[in-house]
């Protein structure tokens, strides 16, 4: 994920609406795309979020009403959002942002199906970190 492949369009602007806690980032192929922070947040790049491997992925609930509270640029390829829940350690691709929003409606269909499966809704708290955490938390 060095950055953007010759084949991905670049963006032209990037707001952050907070009021409706939606990022919007247009591109120069002429699409706009709208991704909620909520899917921002659930799919983070993050180890925290990710794991370190297939299989390891940690479902994230409780994130309907995250904010972003800053965005800083991660050299011309990348965005680190700094969330409201703390969460601060995934760095989002030019490409990433591309492919979340482009593919929102599946992504959203396989999170929903991910809690269903779980016993879960998008409102259930996280669990407390235990002491075999990956020591992500911010204070």
Not at 10 to 31: I, N
Not at 33 to 54: D, K, N
């Amino acid at each position: 994920m060095a950055g953007l492949q010759a084949h991905t369009p670049t963006p032209e602007s990037l707001t952050v609406h907070g009021a409706s806690r939606v990022l919007e980032v247009s591109y120069s192929d002429g699409k706009t795309f709208r991704i909620p922070f909520e899917l921002l947040r659930v799919y983070s790049p993050s180890a925290e979020v990710q794991g370190h491997g297939p299989g390891q992925e940690v479902l994230q609930t409780g994130k309907r009403e995250v904010g972003i509270t800053t965005i800083e640029p991660v050299g011309n390829y990348a965005i680190k959002p700094f969330f409201s829940d703390g969460h601060e350690s995934g760095l989002y691709t030019w490409e990433y942002l591309y492919q979340l929003g482009s593919q929102q409606d599946a992504l959203w269909q396989q999170y929903l199906q991910r809690l269903a499966d779980a016993g879960l809704d998008r409102d259930t708290p996280m669990p407390e970190k235990g002491a075999g955490g990956h020591g992500c938390s911010v204070h």
